[in-house]
């Protein structure tokens, strides 16, 4: 045998001895052991990061393939917020697994930062480096994570002697915030939050001042479905415009907000400036149309709609607009025409179903042209399609309590006005009360449940269920004896009903309290 065959089977047969086998395994342990402890600190180091993966963004707020398309939208007409953008889509892209999309936004991001920022680009990219770290980390990539949680730390270190990792820069806040309003009304209140802490150290920065304008314009279109009167936008959009006259999707939500508080002529003013400035981005138009349809003007806001498609044909929210434009000269054509042209019905009726129905096929989670278009069915009598379409925005993921409300209030009256069924529209509309937060449907539902129930008490077909629903109505509406008077009537039909014993008793209690 050669020497080295017979060397390689000495180191072979030693390597097998239970010692070097113990030897090998608690080697191969500790490894793991330091691997785990390394894994564990990097973790440790990823939460300290200001990224996307730490703004606690839930992917089941929102409809991941609207807000890819929305942000790509928003990439081709908006210059700069690309940066902004990249790194959101970079996160959007890791929510849908797809990290090496994820990572390739984040490139882009870089190059847009060395363009425009070639003296900032460290205080440029800590956002765009802490997503880079937590996608490496997803992947399993843990020395590249490290590397990037090191250049944030040694960028905050630099930036400011006090900071380790969180540096609170104003830029921060801000893309926080401009992340916060893409996925949802439920993060409204923090993105506002956000851009007042951005303003604090740059109270004049336009695109700071115009995010704070959109923030608060958003919470209170989301009170005014709350039946909140209130109307504190109009200075910081005011402001928004004073700052930045250019920006004319900013123009459009002043324009429209002046619409709100019945000043239309000077928000009209600002429509026709902003339709000079910019007559051919569609993210204006569609708020110029709007603003035109809510004033009645139907055929001038279906035409800028079909100027705006054009440009954007894939948008569901311009096909719902439109939508809407067909159903309002529907339901004009019918207030004033006595005998209105049935062709002209059919062919409103065709438009504004075809166009809720493009919204939808666009954005399968659109839960607003989903209900219009159930409704749009009912109105052409074609009910089992109707049904079909409200259990479908029933079962869309992303609902909101409001969307909720919405839902049960629209659904009764389907149930009511199309179904004649009363005892099903009481059923939807008693669940849409249930739900515990003031909205406009909420407020609908309350008063056609009453409407109905003292209806069917004065016919004399009113049972135990209908007098106890009747007392939930009233104890709403701090209408206590009444309450007390309908609980005791639904008790004498029903007398051992929990429910019922169980309400009477809080209320005689909160009475003689």
Sequence with gaps: MRAGAHKREVIATVSRTPLVLKLLKTSEQRRRTMSAISKNSLKSSLLQLECHFTWALLKEDVDLDDLEETIGYQLEFFIESNTTNYNLLSYVYHLMN???????????????????????IARRSLVTWGNYAWIYYHMERYEEAQTYVSKVENSCKKLSSTAQWKIKLPEIYAEQGWSLLKFGAKYYERAKNCFENALKNEPNNPTFNAGYAIAMYRLEDFASRRCEEVSPSIEPLKRAVELNPKDTFIMALLALKLQDLNQVGEGERYIAEAMQETPDFPHFLRYAAKFYR???????????????????????????QLGLCYRGKLFQLKRTTRFPPQKQVEEL????????????????????????????????????????????????????????????YQYGNFQRFHMKSESEAIKYYTEGLKIEEDSYARKQCRNYLKKLLEQRIQRGVGDANDFGTLGFVHNLNGEKHEAIECYEKAIALYPNNEEY?????????????
Aim: net charge positive; hydrophobic share 40%; proline share 2%.
């Design 501 to 513: 014993l169980s309400a009477l008793y809080d209320l005689r209690l909160s009475i003689s309290s």
């Design 349 to 408: 009726i065709r438009l504004s179903i075809f166009h809720f129905k493009t919204g939808i096929d666009q954005r399968p989670k659109f839960f607003s042209a989903s209900v219009d278009l159930a409704n749009m069915y009912a109105e052409a009598k074609r009910y089992e399609e109707a049904e079909e379409m409200f259990q479908k925005a029933f079962q869309i993921n992303i609902l909101s309590n409001n969307d909720k409300q919405e839902f049960y």
């Design 98 to 120: 797809s990290n090496e999309k994820a990572l390739r936004n984040l490139q882009k991001a870089e190059e847009v930062v060395k363009k425009n920022y070639p003296d900032e």
């Design 294 to 320: 809510r004033k009645g003007e139907v055929d001038k806001a279906l035409e800028i709609l079909k100027k705006a498609l054009a440009v954007t044909p894939k948008s569901a929210f311009l096909h719902h």
